[in-house]
């Protein structure tokens, strides 16, 4: 059970929610034809409602192109079109892994979490998660009533999964309230430790909770615990993220104490400054005589209505001395001053005894540790998206932006899996709304409301900002979007899918001694017995006709699915996406030629009799994937990187024109595009390839089949 339990699952399905400005409008037609896409769309975005004037189309049916245009943060599905409209979509996105904003995932969070290992090495830079709280009655559908032990066992588990993809500078959240949380400190502690937590390692949120089962002390809180695998390297960066009119001013001396440490200074202070104190016309020198005297060795300190008259020459210990110089150069110009921690001085004044002080704008805010004044439930977030579901306990978008904007930035990629309704990939689009930066989410999910709840969720966020009764109240706050969404296979969909082959010799042998059927059902049964079942390396002849029994989501009935090979390749060997290309088809004749170079009872070999060319009905199918990986797995973040191509073919049964296809193909793209530099060649069947090396060529070919049963039953 162990080993079927960490096998690598397979993708089952992989569709694309993309936003209309990023589809080619070759595809509009196309678009407009589809009734199950234009329904949803009803369904979701109450586009039947809409309303034309001079520069916009009303809604109408069918739609129109200019309709399209005009509303173009509507969400196309992929899974409402065919493979080819999906294939042609996909192949017009370059680079396709930076253009994906976003990342669901239907599954079990340890198997999506173990899939995630190779692409996401040391890339999340920020994590929530609101696990189940062990009470029993939380409505999740993970065993929410676990002994403590066993509890604790189930989130070991996840966060050490975790852990192998953290940034060096992530932040790792979780939700939980006072019956566990000592406990999973103390396991937080032994994973991350102690020194790993950020400061205290804990926020309390300040929430009205009910008072339903409280007879003296209402619970009106509850945890987040905040810790990262360096707390060294993670400092808040609300000041990247907020308005500069949010930020505090600080407001700091000038002048330190005289020491031999602290030599003097000479430093003009230019006409024009101000005095806290407008009474005051004149400043005597010194000004704090002893160790924190200052002198006036040039001019007089003469103020006008709180105004410095004229220039003035200050002595003493000025530790500042160079930006202070640089900042009065500054004055009356474009130029700013910043301090060593990149925080703008905006002002030098003297207080009313004469000390000089310089004001300076915070690069940043720390998180207080006490979180007030947000919502107590995220039930009006969800309630007002998707009025007729029901979901229990959804946490605040408001409470999940508060840590995004101390603790995560730019395209840092932020991670939930145990995501339920939704929440921190509903906060993460709307931060990025707001402060047009570029983070990512992925968010991983098991429960049936993937489809009902979640999925509609995210694409409901993207199209407005604000909801009311399951409609949008601002369909001009839209945001350009892709994100995609994957089904993996249920670790009950693995054994349902084994299959045992039963041998009467074995079976003979193994009866007669039950220390040897032991020892062979412990350590070779499922190694032997259900070989091809866990992994059918033969089906891998055609990519696209793998199949499985999956149970459909929702229901307990089964049905036969097509395994997304390609896609699940792409992240076993952790491929970060540049182009998918279409499948391309061809038809080949073939003649045989002498070859003098070959032994005598095998003296021709195969040709091709005029070109490989370009058919729809060809019966060579040949699909290009291209992409990279870091040269060192270990260090993903050093900047090299390994070029990688895959090829994927449907081999028809005759290795010897398959191959010689293959090659010419091969030395035809080679040809005609310019950068054909890989490090790393895939090909799924038998190949010569690696006979095609040229002079100076160091790329090397390997089998997909291969690597892919090394990598499918590598543990993490």
Same mark, same amino acid.
């Given at each position: ?381 969800? %309630? ?85 009764? !399951? ?82 989501? !929702? ?78 797995? %270990? ?82």
């Amino acid at each position: 059970q162990k080993k079927l339990w960490l096998k690598k699952k397979f993708i089952v399905e992989t569709n694309y929610c993309i936003t209309l400005d990023r589809v080619p409008e070759e595809l509009y037609p196309q678009v407009i034809a589809n009734e199950a896409q234009r329904q949803e769309w009803v369904k979701l975005f109450a586009i039947n409602v809409i309303e034309g004037d001079a520069l916009s189309p009303a809604y109408s049916e069918p739609l129109t192109v200019k309709f399209l245009k005009a509303n173009d943060k509507l969400v196309l599905d992929t899974r409402f079109f065919d493979e080819t409209f999906k294939t042609k979509l996909l192949s017009s996105i370059e680079d396709f892994d930076e253009q994906c904003d976003g990342l669901l995932i239907h599954s079990e969070n340890f198997q999506a979490l173990a899939l995630l290992q190779e692409r996401y090495r040391e890339q999340v830079k920020y994590v929530y998660i609101d696990p189940p709280y062990n009470t029993g009655g939380d409505g999740f559908i993970y065993k929410d009533s676990y002994q403590d032990s066993s509890w604790l066992s189930f989130l070991l588990q996840t966060t050490l999964l975790t852990y192998p993809i953290l940034h060096v500078n992530s932040t790792y959240f979780t939700s939980i309230d006072d019956r566990e949380q000592s406990l999973l400190r103390d396991l937080y502690d032994a994973v991350f430790s102690f020194n790993n937590r950020l400061d205290r390692g804990m926020i309390i949120w300040n929430n009205a909770g009910s008072t339903k089962g409280f007879r003296k002390i209402v619970k009106n809180n509850e945890y987040i615990l905040a810790y990262s695998i360096n707390s060294e390297e993670v400092n808040s960066v609300y000041g990247k993220n907020c308005n500069p009119d949010h930020l505090d001013e600080i407001d700091e001396r000038l002048q330190i104490m005289r020491s031999p440490k602290n030599p003097l200074a000479q430093v003009t202070f230019p006409a024009g400054l101000r005095i806290e104190d407008e009474s005051v016309k004149v400043i005597k020198s010194p000004i704090n005589p002893g160790t924190n005297q200052i002198d006036i060795v040039g001019g007089e300190m003469l103020f006008n209505n709180g105004i410095l008259t004229h220039d003035v020459v200050l002595e003493a210990s000025f530790p500042y001395k160079n930006q202070m110089i640089e900042f009065f150069k500054n004055i009356g110009t474009d130029k700013k001053t910043y301090d060593t921690k990149g925080q703008e001085w905006i002002e030098v004044y003297f207080t009313s005894t004469g000390v000089p002080y310089y004001k300076k704008l915070r690069n940043t805010k720390i998180l207080s540790s006490v979180l007030k004044d947000l919502p107590s439930r995220g039930s009006d977030d969800l %309630y007002n998206m998707l009025p007729d579901i029901e979901f229990d306990n959804p946490k605040p978008v408001a409470l999940i932006n508060e840590l995004l904007v101390y603790f995560s930035t730019g395209k840092d990629i932020c991670l939930d899996y145990f995501a339920g309704s939704g929440t921190t990939g509903h906060a993460v689009i709307n931060r990025n709304r707001d402060d047009n930066h570029k983070r990512r989410y992925i968010l991983v999910e098991m429960g049936d409301y993937f489809d009902t709840v979640l999925k509609p969720r995210i694409s409901k966020v993207v199209y407005s900002k604000d909801w009311k009764d !399951g409609k949008p109240q601002s369909r001009d706050t839209g945001v350009s979007h892709c994100y995609k969404y994957l089904r993996l296979e249920s670790y009950e969909d693995t054994l349902n899918n084994l299959v045992l082959t039963i041998e009467s010799e074995r079976e003979r042998a193994l009866a007669v001694s039950p220390s040897l059927r032991e020892d062979y059902m412990l350590h070779y049964m499922l190694d032997i017995e259900s070989r091809g079942s866990l992994l059918n390396i033969d089906a891998f002849s055609d990519p696209t006709a793998y199949r499985l029994k999956v149970k459909k989501p !929702g229901s307990d009935e089964y049905t036969d699915r097509t395994v997304d090979l390609i896609e699940t390749f792409n992240y076993l060997i952790g491929l970060r996406l540049v182009h998918l290309a279409e499948p391309q088809t061809f038809t080949a004749n073939f003649t045989r030629l002498k070859d003098p170079d070959l032994p005598q009872d095998q003296d021709t070999k195969l040709v091709l009799d005029g070109d490989l060319k370009q058919a729809a009905d060809g019966k060579w199918w040949i699909r290009k994937v291209e992409g990279w990986v870091p040269r060192n797995p %270990y260090n993903p973040n050093d900047g090299l990187k390994e070029k990688v191509l895959i090829v994927w073919r449907k081999l028809t049964g005759n290795l010897e024109e398959d191959n010689l296809v293959l090659d010419t193909w091969f030395q035809k793209n080679r040809i005609s595009t310019l950068d054909w530099e890989f490090n790393t060649i895939y090909v799924n069947g038998s190949n010569n390839l690696p006979n095609l090396l040229l002079e100076g060529d160091t790329w090397k070919v390997r089998l997909i089949e291969e690597e892919f049963l090394k990598r499918m039953w590598e543990q993490s």
